[in-house]
């Protein structure tokens, strides 16, 4: 019988963890104005989260609504700082002590020491291995249609439940799921990566226990299976597809595709073969727009130097674990910033 968790709300209710909660949600913020507003007045209003809290009377407010454009166009949904503070504080002392260890080795996405480098190595390992296995291995390359917006709150809420029996816990859950409408949680809250990981975990229960697929890899709604053939990909998913429908009420969008391992696969921003990774066109031609706006917004005193380096190193970080050292050397070989008089 699998272990279930009580009584854990009490005891993780404490004027310290709410305080290391506001310390985690500030990181890389603490210059912004909500920030500076909640820390003016910081043992009130921890005080206030912690009696609302115990008297479960906390309420969110409303999200901030915007829109990004890179990677591609996706509705954030940004959460009052308060909620954030309380976000921090839920993940970290019910999801991940409580999940986190139940995740399988190949879900990279959330999780300390993994990440997107981490999938497309492991990625390329699994094509290496079956190219040197099987003689025309096929790719089973998987997507979710619209995940976040899709997911059921009833299904999610009674996969959180499986485990933790603490009623003021669930309550808290309850609480933030209804924050949005269901089915769909906020792209861009802390809480809604850790619960779109737990969501999709029951798929990779799925695929490593009924299907038995060794050679399988998620990062978040995007993952890659690999199998001995074209045949056992296709009835890989089939089973995939009412899985899906039945248990988690997710279709998969048009992006989903079989083809063999020879092409190599999309995938974490590479473009993965067995035997070397490139980072891929549309992520270079989107970095070239990003260096025009940064010489037009510095020039325009939109954009500090120190801002542009961070945004650059990162790209360049992203950039080292595909063969591309002379793109690196290329794409950066002219890029100039002039101030206006």
């Given at each position: 019988m699998a272990k279930?968790?009580?009584?854990?709300?009490?005891?993780?209710?404490?004027?310290?963890?709410?305080?290391?909660?506001?310390?985690?949600?500030?990181?890389?913020?603490?210059?912004?104005?909500?920030?500076?507003?909640?820390?003016m007045n910081l043992e009130g209003n921890i005080i206030k989260l912690y009696n609302e809290l115990k008297n479960k009377t906390y309420a969110p407010g409303e999200y901030l609504e915007f829109t990004i454009y890179e990677p591609k166009k996706r509705l954030i949904k940004a959460a009052p700082y308060r909620d954030r503070v309380i976000h921090q504080w839920y993940v970290k002392n019910f999801i991940i002590p409580i999940f986190g260890k139940a995740f399988i080795y190949d879900s990279y996405a959330c999780i300390e020491g993994k990440g997107m480098h981490g999938a497309a190595y492991r990625v390329q390992k699994f094509l290496k291995t079956a190219e040197a296995k099987w003689e025309r291995p096929y790719i089973l390359k998987g997507d979710i249609k619209s995940y976040f917006f899709s997911i059921d709150h009833t299904i999610l809420y009674n996969i959180v439940a499986s485990k933790i029996k603490d009623p003021e816990v669930l309550w808290l859950t309850k609480v933030i799921l209804d924050t949005t409408e269901d089915p769909g949680i906020p792209v861009g809250s802390y809480t809604s990566q850790w619960f779109a990981n737990l969501y999709l975990h029951q798929l990779d229960m799925f695929i490593k226990h009924k299907l038995k697929v060794k050679m399988y890899v998620r990062y978040m709604d995007d993952w890659v299976l690999i199998f001995k053939n074209k045949e056992e990909a296709q009835q890989a998913l089939k089973e995939i597809i009412i899985f899906l429908d039945e248990r988690l009420k997710l279709k998969l969008n048009k992006k989903t595709q079989i083809f063999p391992v020879k092409n190599g696969v999309n995938f974490c921003g590479y473009k993965i073969w067995s035997t070397h990774m490139k980072i891929?066109?549309?992520?270079?031609?989107?970095?070239?727009?990003?260096?025009?706006?940064?010489?037009?917004?510095?020039?325009?005193?939109?954009?500090?130097?120190?801002?542009?380096?961070?945004?650059?190193?990162?790209?360049?970080?992203?950039?080292?674990?595909?063969?591309?050292?002379?793109l690196i050397d290329h794409m950066f070989k002219n890029f100039v910033l002039v101030k206006n008089k």
């Amino acid at each position: 019988m699998a272990k279930t968790y009580k009584n854990l709300f009490e005891s993780a209710l404490t004027f310290s963890s709410l305080l290391n909660a506001h310390q985690s949600a500030k990181k890389g913020k603490r210059f912004r104005k909500d920030v500076i507003e909640f820390e003016m007045n910081l043992e009130g209003n921890i005080i206030k989260l912690y009696n609302e809290l115990k008297n479960k009377t906390y309420a969110p407010g409303e999200y901030l609504e915007f829109t990004i454009y890179e990677p591609k166009k996706r509705l954030i949904k940004a959460a009052p700082y308060r909620d954030r503070v309380i976000h921090q504080w839920y993940v970290k002392n019910f999801i991940i002590p409580i999940f986190g260890k139940a995740f399988i080795y190949d879900s990279y996405a959330c999780i300390e020491g993994k990440g997107m480098h981490g999938a497309a190595y492991r990625v390329q390992k699994f094509l290496k291995t079956a190219e040197a296995k099987w003689e025309r291995p096929y790719i089973l390359k998987g997507d979710i249609k619209s995940y976040f917006f899709s997911i059921d709150h009833t299904i999610l809420y009674n996969i959180v439940a499986s485990k933790i029996k603490d009623p003021e816990v669930l309550w808290l859950t309850k609480v933030i799921l209804d924050t949005t409408e269901d089915p769909g949680i906020p792209v861009g809250s802390y809480t809604s990566q850790w619960f779109a990981n737990l969501y999709l975990h029951q798929l990779d229960m799925f695929i490593k226990h009924k299907l038995k697929v060794k050679m399988y890899v998620r990062y978040m709604d995007d993952w890659v299976l690999i199998f001995k053939n074209k045949e056992e990909a296709q009835q890989a998913l089939k089973e995939i597809i009412i899985f899906l429908d039945e248990r988690l009420k997710l279709k998969l969008n048009k992006k989903t595709q079989i083809f063999p391992v020879k092409n190599g696969v999309n995938f974490c921003g590479y473009k993965i073969w067995s035997t070397h990774m490139k980072i891929r066109d549309c992520s270079k031609k989107k970095m070239k727009r990003k260096l025009k706006a940064y010489q037009r917004k510095y020039a325009n005193g939109e954009m500090t130097l120190e801002e542009i380096k961070r945004s650059i190193n990162s790209w360049k970080g992203y950039a080292k674990h595909a063969d591309s050292y002379l793109l690196i050397d290329h794409m950066f070989k002219n890029f100039v910033l002039v101030k206006n008089k």
